[in-house]
């Protein structure tokens, strides 16, 4: 799924130009600030309809404008298609694809990206919201089902919370809770059960041997190794009649998978608390190496990669052996304000980007 060109305007400092890739390595370099990160989040808006860093759309747009726009052309082995995304302050995002209005979920099917940068680090070090948007940014990727069912259960929670709120009984809206909720959460488990082989392989070829592991905690207890959706519907129902009393006190529904956790252990110990700058770095870039080829595999195509500055914190040799890892990504963006190793440019288009103008060298 090359990305063949994008038109950005009004969008974060970039200036409004258009710019045409490379099919395999594109190379972003310039100062911190430059806006390097703002292309690539650019890219991905574009692709997918939102930030990879769970940024809102008011803060996307340019300073003194009203507005941002992206337009660009994705290439699929059926055809190449034109994508658009624009966003008016105040008003709603509008999508099309060749010039027809759509939804948002409509662009995973033309679209399939993984991004990786320094905000990663705060899936394994920071609160369980980051690792939750991990999750759902991937797997809708991967299950358009999943896409839909996490729409639906988001809007369960926003009424039943409104219900909280104004003493009355959340009750009517828990069948529909528990119903989308027990799909999410199986294929949470799923997802975390084939993301682990990959993920723990590529930590450990990183790092050299250092062992990694992952964990499903859902907020609902059961068995992982149970896949009835009626046994881990009970056990949801269950659960919400013994929290009832702490969500009538706190107004906000505290059961369910919006409150999911992920848990991650290096070398035996908690990585929140334990681990490096080094290895939440190195751990992080894993974990997307990981969605990587399994979204691969599960989709018969090679996700894009958008590469932000991931040789930071990283020392010489685990940065020879991450490179080994994606030298044969059919399309990659690399930001980085150093020089990148030799092997990126042999193939790499690079482009210069100062104060938010993008030079093509």
Not at 39 to 49: M, P, Q
Not at 150 to 159: H, I, K, N
Not at 193 to 198: C, G, I, K, R
Request: net charge negative; hydrophobic share 40%; proline share 5%.
């Amino acid at each position: 799924m090359p990305i063949e060109t994008i038109t950005t305007t009004n969008f974060r400092n970039l200036e409004s130009c258009t710019v045409r890739f490379g099919p395999r390595a594109n190379v972003l370099y310039g100062g911190n600030g430059s806006g390097k990160t703002n292309l690539l989040e650019a890219i991905f808006t574009l692709c997918l309809g939102r930030s990879q860093r769970g940024a809102a759309d008011p803060v996307l747009v340019k300073a003194q404008t009203d507005f941002y726009r992206l337009e660009g052309e994705v290439t699929t082995p059926a055809c190449t298609h034109k994508l658009a995304v624009a966003y008016q302050a105040g008003g709603r995002k509008r999508i099309t694809i060749d010039t027809v209005p759509a939804r948002a979920s409509e662009l995973y099917e033309y679209s399939c990206l993984v991004a990786a940068g320094p905000e990663d680090s705060e899936i394994l070090s920071g609160p369980p919201a980051a690792r939750r948007l991990f999750l759902d940014l991937y797997l809708a990727q991967l299950s358009s089902r999943y896409l839909a069912d996490l729409s639906d259960y988001q809007r369960v929670v926003m009424q039943r919370n409104a219900a909280l709120r104004s003493d009355m009984s959340p009750e009517p809206f828990d069948p529909l809770l528990v119903e989308y909720g027990v799909k999410i959460m199986l294929e949470r488990a799923a997802f975390l059960n084939n993301l682990s082989v990959q993920t723990t392989q590529a930590y450990s070829w990183i790092t050299g041997g250092e062992p990694l592991r992952i964990t499903y905690e859902p907020k609902v207890p059961f068995d992982l190794g149970v896949t009835q959706a009626d046994t881990i519907a009970a056990a949801f129902r269950s659960e919400l009649a013994r929290q009832s009393g702490r969500e009538h006190a706190a107004q906000v529904s505290l059961v369910g998978p919006h409150r999911d956790e992920v848990a991650f252990e290096i070398c035996g110990f908690p990585a929140r608390t334990h681990g490096s700058q080094g290895q939440w770095r190195a751990a992080a870039v894993a974990l997307k190496l990981g969605v990587y080829e399994l979204l691969k595999e599960k989709r018969g195509e090679q996700p894009v990669l958008l590469l932000d500055e991931i040789f930071a914190e990283l020392d010489s040799e685990r940065s020879n052996r991450l490179v080994e890892s994606f030298l044969d990504a059919d399309q990659l963006f690399l930001t980085t304000a150093v020089e990148p190793p030799d092997a990126l440019f042999e193939s790499a288009r690079r482009f210069r980007i100062v104060a938010g103008k993008v030079m093509e060298n």
